[in-house]
């Protein structure tokens, strides 16, 4: 019994020991990934972490789950940065916007120049919770196979515990890609719980820039005085002010401000034939550039025809020249206007037509 008894201590004191060298060893190893993460991070201008196949495997693959971070994965092709209508250089800007004001917000907080109102602390220690990555197809074919990524824009949450990189993993959606910086944080913040923070854009001009637009302002103040009190400045021009309300009015009915905010491409490839464009597309959901500009063409001619009959054609003395251009006007105000309905028609489903009488029918 003796025997037995010491024999039994030293197994639980061999497994005591067994399991504390595992977890010093555990926590090195981990803490040497986050370390060699944060180097890494330290080296790129924007936060963003290029990864290849080889640092996919080292701090994903290969690693014991659960990890001490999260990755977010932006995936990236440069040849398809020519493609407008994928919008990759935008998305990527914003990736970058969202990284930078993460690494920046947390810092502060970090450092103690945050807001304290996160009783718990677990911002403290956030910039190495959380890494921002990017990988290049032609440089990592592999890990885009692994991640079973085959369209672009894409961009993946791995998380401490995501054993499969593809079954495992967060997609983001295309809506939260497409909506900017914000709509990205949103994402992150409700998926790991760490705290983003406001969105750090760069300004629009530098202090440089500003000095330099006062100095050029101030020297031709006095120029631009003298021209507006003798009257010879553009604003006096009523060719200028009839071209401006031309431009807004075509900029109001093409839906301009439409592409505008939502990026719109002017046109799309077909994916059935590569060398097709479709300028049109037919589907309630979706409208491109070219048919917004071919929509506010058509009003632009019906409003500079009505323009023209009651600003020009009521000063012409002969009646029957009248009566022709006001027949000629209104029939091409006609073609518009049913070119217009037929697109309607077509891209919505829904038939917009006359209530004549019954008896007409």
């Not at 977890?23 to 986050?34: E, G, I, M, Q």
């Not at 401490?160 to 983001?172: G, R, Y």
């Not at 071209?243 to 009915?253: K, P, Q, T, W």
């Given at each position: 019994m003796g025997i037995s008894g010491k024999l039994n201590h030293l197994i639980l004191l061999t497994t005591v020991l067994t399991t504390l060298f595992v977890?010093?060893?555990?926590?090195?190893?981990?803490?040497?990934?986050?370390s060699d993460l944060l180097n890494l991070q330290s080296q790129s201008k924007s936060g963003i972490i290029r990864l290849n196949d080889q640092l996919v495997s080292r701090f994903l693959t290969s690693t014991k789950t659960p990890r001490p971070y999260s990755i977010l994965m932006f995936f990236d092709a440069q040849q398809l940065h020519d493609k407008s209508e994928l919008h990759l250089k935008e998305i990527r800007t914003e990736f970058s916007l969202v990284a930078s004001s993460f690494i920046a917000n947390n810092a502060a907080v970090a450092d103690g120049d945050g807001d304290d109102s996160d009783s718990d602390g677990d911002n403290s220690d956030s910039r190495g919770k959380l890494f921002f990555c990017d990988i290049e197809f032609k440089e990592s074919q592999s890990t885009f196979a692994l991640f079973g990524v085959n369209a672009l824009p894409?961009?993946?949450?791995?998380?401490?515990?995501?054993?499969?990189?593809?079954?495992?993993?967060?997609?983001?959606?295309?809506?939260?890609?497409?909506?900017?910086?914000?709509?990205?944080?949103e994402f992150i913040e409700s998926r790991t719980k760490l705290t983003v923070g406001p969105i750090q854009r760069p300004p629009f001009l530098s202090k440089k820039q500003l000095g330099l637009i006062a100095v050029i302002t101030l020297i031709w103040l006095p120029f631009v005085a003298k021209k507006i009190f003798a009257g010879e400045t553009l604003l006096h021009d009523r060719k200028i002010w009839l071209?401006?309300?031309?431009?807004?009015?075509?900029?109001?009915?093409?839906?301009?401000?439409?592409?505008?905010?939502?990026?719109?491409?002017?046109?799309?490839?077909?994916?059935?034939?590569?060398?097709?464009?479709?300028?049109f597309y037919q589907g309630s959901g979706m409208q491109l550039g070219a048919e917004g500009f071919a929509v506010g063409f058509l009003y632009t001619i019906v409003g500079l025809l009505l323009a023209f009959l009651t600003h020009l054609l009521v000063r012409v003395k002969n009646v029957m020249t009248q009566r022709v251009i006001m027949i000629i006007a209104m029939l091409i105000s006609l073609w518009a206007v049913n070119k217009v309905v037929y697109l309607d028609n077509w891209k919505t489903g829904y038939g917009i037509h006359g209530f004549w009488p019954s008896s007409w029918n």
């Open positions: 977890a010093t060893v555990t926590a090195d190893w981990d803490s040497n990934l986050v894409h961009i993946r949450l791995i998380g401490p515990d995501a054993v499969s990189l593809k079954d495992d993993s967060i997609q983001m959606e295309q809506s939260d890609i497409a909506r900017m910086a914000e709509s990205m944080a071209l401006g309300a031309v431009f807004i009015y075509f900029f109001s009915v093409s839906g301009a401000m439409h592409n505008i905010i939502r990026k719109m491409p002017m046109f799309l490839a077909d994916r059935n034939d590569p060398d097709k464009l479709i300028f």
